[in-house]
């Protein structure tokens, strides 16, 4: 994990209110001496815990879109054990995270550090990997606690887990921007349950938990899933190809995928097209040797 990005200027200041205490005990009772010191001692275990525990949490990145380009007004959703807590867009800001100024298609979700989170517990990606976490100091101690996603696009998500404190964080990027959101995308209808973004059906209260497009699942136009394989649409951005087929539970290749999913399925999409275009809508393949994992969601071509 990488140390703090700034100096706290905290250490002067105790030592400044030290002298000032220490000439101020030459006249005064031992009385007011030893109040005097546990002043001090106080001031000194506070500043101490300040230093280690971050005011807040932050998920801070960048989203773009298949061709690089950043993308704002892009709805960001961060869940803590599948439960939503926050949400925001993406748009022009200056992230302290990233250390590249002001840019487009930039976000920042920020909670309360209830759980006293700091650079000593660990925060695993989902292939047991550390997780890169720093620090931002404020006027007094450490203000946020926090990481930066790079390579974000549009219906991606990331997931940390903090086992120490048996906590799974997941941030989600919705698929639409914020001004064509449907109405089960609100605040309080979403949660992520086993990797996967769930919708509760109309947003009841009471109402069970169902899969974003449950009903759509049964279109004749999507290929017949293997056992443990699980298909989600999600909604459309276009009339017509578009890749908003979500694939959860698959471990194989890409030509595998090709095969299985896609060849005769998608029409006008060959393997030439295919084998490229994967990489870009789901970049995490490349990092992960080209090989598909059913613990993470891909996402895949389909004819609408």
């Not at 867009?89 to 002001?102: D, I, W």
């Not at 996603?149 to 120490?164: G, I, M, Q, W």
């Not at 449907?182 to 086993?194: E, H, I, S, V």
């Not at 276009?238 to 999913?261: A, C, H, I, P, S």
């Amino acid at each position: 994990m990488s140390q703090a990005k700034k100096t706290h200027p905290t250490y002067l200041f105790v030592f400044i209110i030290g002298l000032l205490l220490l000439f101020s005990q030459a006249a005064c009772s031992p009385n007011q001496q030893a109040a005097a010191s546990n002043m001090l001692s106080n001031i000194s275990n506070g500043v101490d815990a300040a230093l280690v525990e971050a005011d807040d949490l932050v998920f801070a990145g960048q989203i773009e879109d298949e061709n690089g380009r950043w993308l704002n007004d892009c709805v960001v959703v961060l869940f803590k054990d599948g439960e939503e807590v926050v949400r925001t867009t993406s748009r022009l800001m200056e992230s302290a995270f990233s250390n590249n100024g002001p840019m487009d298609g930039v976000f920042e979700l920020r909670v309360p550090n209830t759980y006293k989170l700091s650079l000593a517990h660990e925060f695993y990606l989902p292939n047991q990997a550390l997780a890169s976490m720093s620090t931002v100091s404020g006027v007094v101690g450490t203000r946020y606690l926090g990481t930066w996603f790079e390579d974000l696009n549009p219906s991606d998500l990331r997931t940390l887990n903090v086992p120490d404190k048996q906590l799974e964080y997941a941030l989600v990027v919705l698929s639409m921007p914020q001004n064509e959101l449907p109405d089960d995308y609100k605040p309080g209808n979403l949660t992520f349950q086993n990797g996967m973004l769930v919708i509760n059906q109309a947003g009841a209260i009471g109402g069970g938990d169902e899969a974003v497009t449950e009903t759509a699942v049964a279109d004749p136009i999507l290929p017949s899933p293997q056992s443990n394989v699980r298909f989600v649409v999600l909604p459309s951005q276009n009339n017509g190809k578009d890749w908003n087929l979500q694939m959860t539970g698959y471990f194989g290749n890409r030509w595998d995928v090709w095969e299985k999913y896609v060849a005769g399925h998608v029409p006008g999409m060959d393997w030439n097209t295919f084998e490229y275009a994967v990489l870009a809508h789901n970049p995490q393949l490349e990092t992960d040797g080209f090989v598909f994992y059913p613990e993470k969601s891909y996402l895949l071509p389909l004819n609408h």
